[in-house]
Nanobody, 121 residues
């Protein structure tokens, strides 16, 4: 089955940097969009950044200018470089991919298992 495997994350002090990576594997025909969401306890999962196969990436306003998303289309990977981290960035970060498993399959959204990012003041 399709799997999104995340790596990176951890704990850092305010102003520090972390990098998250995600690799998609399994029966994949094409991936339209790969990106990241985050969730804090008791709140909904929210969009952070994503990137299609071409064109500019998209960021939520809270991270624009501090986070950079990159994607290797050929290797089914997406990376999120997070700079100038703030305590409010603390969350579980989830990798997301909108993909087709075959040419006849419809595009569906898949999720990674999540990785914790903790930023202390």
């Amino acid at each position: 089955q399709v799997q999104l495997v995340e790596s990176g994350g951890g704990s850092v002090q305010s102003g520090g940097s972390l990098t998250l990576s995600c690799y998609a594997s399994g029966p994949i025909f094409s991936i339209a969009v790969m990106g990241w969401y985050r969730q804090v306890p008791g709140k909904e999962r929210t969009f952070v950044a994503h990137r299609g196969t071409a064109g500019d990436p998209n960021y939520t306003a809270a991270v624009a200018g501090r986070f950079t998303i990159s994607r290797d289309v050929a290797r089914n990977t997406v990376t999120l470089h997070m700079n100038d981290l703030k305590p409010e960035d603390t969350a579980v970060y989830y990798c997301s991919a909108h993909l087709q498993k075959s040419q006849s399959d419809r595009t569906r959204q898949y999720w990674g298992q999540g990785t914790q990012v903790t930023v202390s003041a």
